[in-house]
């Protein structure tokens, strides 16, 4: 078989990258397939052609207060890397997307890369109106669209490439005092 033959059909072999669509007040659509805030986990783990891992536990915070967490988390073993967890309430439903790394992430038709400077992706999302705040260095609240977005620095690396997007049906949690 020539290189040339040998390139083309693994060409068919590699997965596309994770593309991510987000949609305020909806939720998202993973490589075009739609999950909705609310849609039961049992429903989404059926649609989604992605091996997960459950991670269901309980985080003490203080003697009176306690964080349970609820969610799957995706992530690749090879080919284009990917790590992205969807969380659930307790009643089941989807609630939040967090992304990691290794997707493209549509927001209002704006594609957001990471590593990507996230002083240029701020700006690019207010052009289209969408006004942020920042919450604390290298990490940006835009309260209208329910997300945040952080740079390597302020996730524990070194620079100021997006390293990190989160969305939720409710960010009440990120606007109280």
């Not at 799957?72 to 990691?100: A, C, R, T, V």
């Not at 705040?133 to 620079?159: C, H, Y």
Request: a negative charge; aromatic letters at 10%.
């Amino acid at each position: 078989m020539t290189d040339q033959l040998i390139m083309f059909k693994n060409l068919f072999k590699s997965k596309p990258q994770l593309r991510i669509e987000y949609i305020p007040d909806v939720g998202c659509k993973v490589n075009l397939m739609p999950i909705n805030w609310g849609d039961s986990r049992s429903a989404i783990r059926d649609q989604m052609n992605y091996r997960f891992k459950e991670d269901n536990r309980i985080i003490e915070l203080t003697d009176d207060e306690d964080i349970e967490l609820r969610r799957d988390i995706y992530q690749s073993e090879s080919g284009n890397k990917y790590h992205f967890i969807l969380s659930y309430d307790e009643k089941g439903k989807l609630s939040e997307i967090s992304i990691h790394s290794g997707a493209i992430v549509i927001v209002k038709g704006i594609e957001l890369q990471f590593g990507k400077d996230i002083d240029i992706i701020c700006t690019h999302l207010n052009q289209v109106g969408e006004n942020f705040i920042g919450i604390e260095e290298g990490n940006f609240l835009f309260e209208d669209l329910k997300l945040t977005i952080a740079n390597s620095q302020s996730m524990g690396g070194e620079g100021n490439g997006l390293d990190y997007f989160y969305a939720s049906k409710d960010i009440s949690h990120l606007t109280e005092n």
